[in-house]
């Protein structure tokens, strides 16, 4: 099987990430700032390992300010609708996943304003245009770093910069860039970047979260124990508790912790210069073939590791089936949970094969997905 | 290391649960019920098969109506939420876990009223002044199972029947049963069950949810990619779809099904007499201990297999400490994220030291047990 769906999960993970979610498993996986027995003492000790690793990963010393919970859209939501108030308007962009726009849409029916953004063919956005949808009652901008369709790059410095300048909250998606992209919330102007751990974090599925700003007046999602003043029915202020109800994913966490161990380890350039060589040979490659169609920018500059293409009108569904199929070659069709980011491409009735590419990924496995591909669009294969 | 802190996280785990996920990891860890291709379905198989073992396992045939989240906590905050609307009263009990009391204390801010039921010094219900606390505008009943402080169990059929009768939802927490006790939802009147997959379900941390009965109006606590009508931005209505936005813990969710699996294999009864048998013999050896005061009811007919107790008037983090650092002892002192539990059993200053015991737990460590408690009550040892 040649793997090219790590937009959606990275796979394989490090070896390191295998073996320290089963010697938590099997060896500490007690609850994590409960007890306070020695296995207890353990998982919270990976706990804040993982923490740390995170704010060091995003250029901020505050790991208090690193909240777990069970994936980006988790996060997303509480960060959307944990800022929002009635009256307020949200400005975001056609190339949102559903994890934004979902929850926006919602708010629409508690008389929350929003406006999004389109972007151009390639899913570039307009600052300008951004800019001129200020109004008297934004609140907040939020876009994500980089589309999960095309890959295409958002100007997040830029918008960061407008955020400040027009005293606006600024909420950045990193689903598809944390752990491959250098992300210094010193250096953007963030107020809450979310993250998830199963991409290019190398963790397992089932933990993501967010760093959120000191001082940044966020409402949590949910209340419960949190293993701190655990006397009051009033859920403690104090982060991470706040927003850390209920035990936590102890051996997912672990395996993330050994993830960004791991991406410590190879360098966060190294990973970003192979991603970008391999997705560049493939986009180079894919230029010379007849009746195939790509989106996007094509351009690294432009765009993380991710290639949403067509063949001539063959559905996504049927060419990445032929893919699966006959190829052994993973790939996703369809609209990948983000529609507008499809009509801004012009691709909504057909959907796209997306290849995503991880750091494990070869040169020669992009040499056979090429075969692949040719040989569908010359319909030698059904 | 002799662990008693099953009420927290359950472990160790049957050999099964590590090999299901240390397999997922290794062998199909793509995003289910996403791209179709063969990590992928095999990843979306193995949630189905969770979700149709826990059915199976709560008596209904809707698998569909099984939802997959965090933890208990992550779905306590979805149901009371989801069905509180303003000028709602939801009545609870003074036994409760702050991922109920929490929640409730939260929602007074948004006109919704609630009334906390006293239980008896044991922990029991009485079900008269329940009833008698019902008004016309009161939503709801929630309850836990079984009290995670004294095990005290409470008498979900006679409330389920109670609910029914006056026309009122009953969600019940099963954090501390289920796995253990018979759950049969067509035999109980409740229209959400809370459950979590890392205690008596013998599952990883990280993954909860709850069972909804058909027909519920519960609204969603997130909104985002669900794999299905992805053309839309309005959250699907369809199960489990509505509640379950975001990549799944599928390592998680594997782990849980062995469990589920291992479960079926022995025997939910077998287990709860294992479980019984010891609790009872821990009792009976407790009530010989001069200054050893035990709380709840100490009989296997009322309770789970959890028991709190104290040592004339030391500290329960002081015990707990020596229980751990001379005696190789896991316990939790301290109140257990519920307040108002020790405040009905009279121990909010001292808290209690709770054994919680597992499947795995033996005789022969509860004589360990006796054996320290009897030296810590001599001071024989500090």
Tied chains: 1, 2.
Excluded: W
């Excluded at 589309?147 to 300048?165: C, F, H, Q, Y």
């Excluded at 432009?302 to 199929?325: G, M």
């Amino acid at each position: 099987m040649i793997y090219f769906d790590n937009a959606a999960t990275t796979y394989p993970k490090p070896e390191v990430v295998y073996q320290a979610v089963n010697k938590c498993m099997r060896e500490y996986c007690a609850n994590p700032g409960r007890s306070g027995h020695k296995l207890s003492m353990e998982a919270g000790r990976v706990v804040l390992e993982a923490r740390e690793l995170l704010a060091e990963l995003f250029g901020t010393k505050r790991s208090d300010n690193i909240i777990f919970g069970l994936n980006a859209t988790d996060a997303l939501n509480t960060a959307i609708k944990g800022l929002s108030n009635k009256g307020d308007h949200i400005i975001t962009t056609s190339m949102e996943h559903n994890s934004v726009l979902r929850p926006l849409k919602q708010l629409e029916s508690q008389e929350i304003e929003t406006t999004i953004v389109r972007c151009s063919e390639t899913g570039e956005l307009n600052l300008a245009e951004l800019e001129a949808n200020i109004k008297s009652n934004t609140k907040m901008i939020i876009t994500t770093h980089a589309s999960n369709v095309t890959g295409t790059l958002m100007p997040i410095k830029e918008i960061g910069e407008i955020a400040r300048r027009r005293k606006l909250l600024y909420i950045i998606d990193t689903a598809q860039t944390a752990g491959t992209y250098k992300l210094n919330v010193s250096d953007i102007n963030v107020d809450v970047l979310t993250f998830t751990g199963h991409k290019g974090l190398m963790g397992p599925q089932g933990v993501g979260g967010f760093y959120i700003r000191e001082g940044v007046a966020l409402r949590q999602m949910r209340e419960g124990g949190t293993g701190s003043s655990s006397d009051s029915l009033i859920q403690p202020e104090i982060l991470p508790d706040k927003f850390e109800s209920g035990t936590p994913n102890t051996p997912g966490i672990a395996g993330l912790a050994a993830g960004l161990k791991f991406i410590k380890e190879i360098g966060i350039e190294q990973i970003r210069k192979h991603e970008e060589e391999i997705t560049s040979y493939f986009l180079k490659q894919l230029s010379e073939i007849d009746d195939i169609m790509v989106y996007g920018p094509q351009n690294m500059l432009k765009q993380a590791p991710v290639v949403a293409l067509n063949i001539k009108t063959k559905t996504s569904a049927e060419v990445s089936f032929i893919l699966d199929n006959q190829f052994d070659i993973a790939t996703r069709p369809g609209l990948h949970c983000a529609p507008l980011a499809h009509q801004t491409i012009g691709t909504k009735g057909q959907g796209a094969v997306r290849f995503s590419f991880g750091y494990f990924n070869t040169v020669d496995e992009i040499d056979e997905a090429i075969r692949a591909l040719k040989a569908i669009a010359k319909e030698e294969c059904f």
